[in-house]
């Protein structure tokens, strides 16, 4: 798996997120979840990043998210 933020940066990244994007995280979960079947981590991110124009950071931020948010529910 790609190199992630540390949680203090994360969870600053998820909050800028819809200002800078103009949608909510929950939003680009969503997306994420309803997009292609793609399975890396990089796979993910490249396809956000060139689909709707996101930086990169943001991009990994909320493939980051999508994928604590996956494993969490696996857990249950």
Known sequence: M???FSEETHRNMLARIPHCTGREVSDWLRTVEEGPA???????????????????????????EYDLRRAARKLL
């Open 2 to 4: 790609s190199q992630v």
């Open 38 to 64: 793609l399975f890396r981590f990089e796979e993910k991110v490249s396809w956000l990043r060139h689909e709707y124009d996101l930086a990169y950071g943001h991009a990994k931020a909320i493939v980051h």
